[in-house]
């Protein structure tokens, strides 16, 4: 059985080690890398937002209320309350004539600490639209208006916008998703548990939208598009994300996800890949994602050595003084 494991070196002790659930595979079939892995049943968390907004896509929202592609790109982010971000939700909530308040995702400083820290010098304190889910909200919400459908439930699992989105999941993942799937995400919106192979089908069948040989073509050319020319706006200027997307020159459309989930696409090579770090640790994602890249190639040299110019392998401490490395095994 194939392994993936992240170690942490201080000095030459390894002091902790990530084991990576990987699965590798090609939109005509082929499984390129597998850790066997594929039966597991994860929670995909953020990393699935592209999906959840499709039913918003589909709603034709953006010619309705005219809205620009940074706000279509942040209806799958995660963004981390910098001040761009903001701007642009405010921009959006003043559209569709919604208080914050109305979005049921909850309140936390902005994950940026930079931003946060300037958040509290200015004496003002965080709400809904700091939220790193607030574009998800607003997109539900305004699909909600559009649709004529009541916004005070639209979390309920029963509620339309939520039938919508587990059509369009059971759509793509080509399995019915089930209640004894169902749970409550870190914003409160419903979360499902898919299969690693389900997820798997899912990305092929993104991969297929994009081009225009499978359901919601348009409405996914839309968001990726936006995306892709927006990378900042799907997540921050540090996230692994935003980052690959722009390293990638725009090749690889990819999200992150809570506890060490993280799915990508090469929208060139046809090669998608789920990874969720086994005791959800997402700090060994970028070393993982880097020697993926690396040894199937789905990154140039030019663009390999960007990746580790941005996400250096080597641990520093606090007084800079480098203390020991990262190292990803791939067995």
């Known amino acids: 059985m194939s392994k993936v494991t992240t170690q942490f070196y201080r000095g030459n002790l390894v002091e902790s080690t990530h084991n990576i659930k990987c699965h590798l595979g090609s939109i005509n079939g082929e499984i390129i890398f597998t850790t066997d892995n594929e039966e597991d ?3 995909p968390r953020s990393s699935i937002k592209i999906f959840q907004a499709i039913p918003f896509s589909a709603s034709n929202a ?7 592609e940074k706000q279509i790109a942040l209806s799958c982010s995660s963004h981390c309350g910098e001040s761009f971000h903001i701007r ?15 979005l049921k995702c909850g309140i936390h400083n902005p994950l940026d600490t930079k931003s946060s820290e300037r958040l ?21 919400l305004t699909a909600c208006k559009i649709n004529k459908y009541s916004t005070k439930d639209y979390l309920d699992f029963d509620h339309p916008h939520q039938v919508n989105i587990r059509y369009v999941f059971s759509k793509f993942t080509e399995k019915k998703i089930l209640k004894d799937n ?22 092929s069948n993104l991969y297929k939208s994009y081009y225009s040989k499978f359901d919601y073509s348009v409405n996914v050319q839309i968001m990726i598009e936006s995306i892709l ?34 799915l ?26 880097y020697n993926l890249c690396k040894k199937f190639k789905l990154l140039n040299k030019l663009e390999l050595k960007q990746f580790k110019l941005w996400n250096n392998l080597m641990l520093y401490n606090h007084a800079n003084f480098k203390i020991g490395k990262i190292k990803t095994i791939i067995e």
């Not at 927006?230 to 997307?245: A, E, Q, R, T, Y």
């Not at 696409?265 to 700090?283: Q, T, W, Y």
Request: charged share 20%; aromatic share 12%; with cysteine.
């Open 88 to 102: 642009e939700l405010k921009k959006w909530i003043t559209k569709i004539k919604l208080k914050p308040s109305q």
């Open 182 to 203: 169902f749970s409550v995400d870190g914003c409160s919106a419903p979360q499902y548990s898919f299969k690693i192979i389900e997820l798997a089908k899912g990305l």
């Open 264 to 289: 990508f696409v090469h929208l060139k090579k046809g090669i998608f890949g789920i990874l969720k770090v086994a005791d959800g640790n997402e700090r060994a994602l970028p070393s993982v994602i």
């Open 62 to 68: 953006f010619k309705i209320l005219k809205l620009n």
């Open 229 to 262: 020319k927006n990378p900042l706006f799907i997540g921050g200027n540090k996230n692994l994300d935003s980052n690959l997307i722009k390293i990638s020159n725009g090749n690889i459309f990819c999200k992150g996800g809570a506890e060490g989930v993280f």
């Open 41 to 43: 049943y994860i929670y």
């Open 120 to 140: 509290f010098l200015s004496g003002k304190k965080p709400y809904q639209l700091y939220n790193n889910c607030a574009g998800k909200h607003l997109a539900m």
